[in-house]
């Protein structure tokens, strides 16, 4: 893999009075948005049970009651802790793809939900555990120029704790990982190793030819978690040596600190927005994170400028 040089926060000239950030009050965290159909999808979790809010517009999307589309049963492998759900359109279905243990992190696996009808509301069945082989996290899908579907989350090397990698996999279906996984990236970085050695949260963003992941760096409890870039130029998604590196590509300020886990979506202008979550508190912890968004703009180099984050009003 190429190491590129940190990018310089560059300032959008889009603005953020769109919003009134935060979207989502404390505790919230790990938001994840996909617009379909003229409807924006917003899908989040409270540990036990994923929610979805549906709107026509992203202005008034976190402002919609949220609807139970599945809760957890009360024991066994996927009953406790689910983390970070993101809701998929694949080949004609919605797909829910989350993280969840038995009580223990140790156990922690990826599961995926399959919709039985047209409605990304439900019914859902249960697909079972996506075989990662160790430790993961954070599931996100992408498709590659020729419709291939891909699967990148965050895990472990071994069965034992360790470094939070990204790792990749083909895919057979929306269900069912090809595999083997190739390791994308490792924490090695300063700006990657803030509290602990981490890279997690990926999130995709595709435009004229070039695939980049965009993924949390460092502890995600302190203020110094930040967001990595990943890029692609060739195509070729199952070599490690064909992506580059780059960040931080959005960290903290005096203001705002704790930066993590994005998401994604064009509005009905055609403006790309960013949706994270930051913390509220330099105290290490994960109870005083809330949900935002912000535009951000396409620079001449063809990648994504997030700018610096947007500060909350007192």
Known sequence: MTIAKACEPV?????????????LPKPSQDPWVTFR?????ALNTDGRVLWLRRSSSVRDLYHQAPVPVWT??????????????????????????????NGRNRNHRLWALEAEGADA????RHCGMLQTGTWAIDATVL?????????????????????????????????????PRV?????????????APVCEGPAVLQRNGLTCVIYSAG??????????????????LLDPLSWEKTGPVFARTEEVWGLGH?????NHDGDPLMFYHAKTRLNHGWKDRNVRAQHFTWGPDGLPHFGRPVAVPS
């Open 143 to 179: 498709r590659d120029h020729r419709g291939e579907l891909y699967m990148l989350w965050s895990g472990w090397e071994r069965v034992q704790r360790g470094p939070q990698n990204l790792y990749l996999s083909s895919m057979d279906s929306p269900t069912r990982l090809r595999g």
């Open 72 to 101: 957890a049963p009360m024991q066994g492998p996927h009953s406790k802790h689910l983390w970070a759900p993101e809701l998929h359109f694949l080949n004609g279905k919605w797909f829910i793809y989350y993280a969840a243990d």
């Open 11 to 23: 300032f959008s000239p889009a603005s953020s009075a769109t919003f009134s950030n935060p979207l």
């Open 183 to 195: 390791r994308l990236a490792e924490p090695v970085e300063p700006w990657e190793n803030c509290g």
């Open 121 to 124: 509301a439900g019914p859902y």
């Open 37 to 41: 159909d003229g409807t924006y999808h």
């Open 262 to 266: 994005c998401s994604f979506v064009n």
């Open 219 to 236: 502890a995600s409890w302190m203020a110094d978690s930040c967001l990595g870039l990943l890029v692609n130029r060739d195509g070729n």
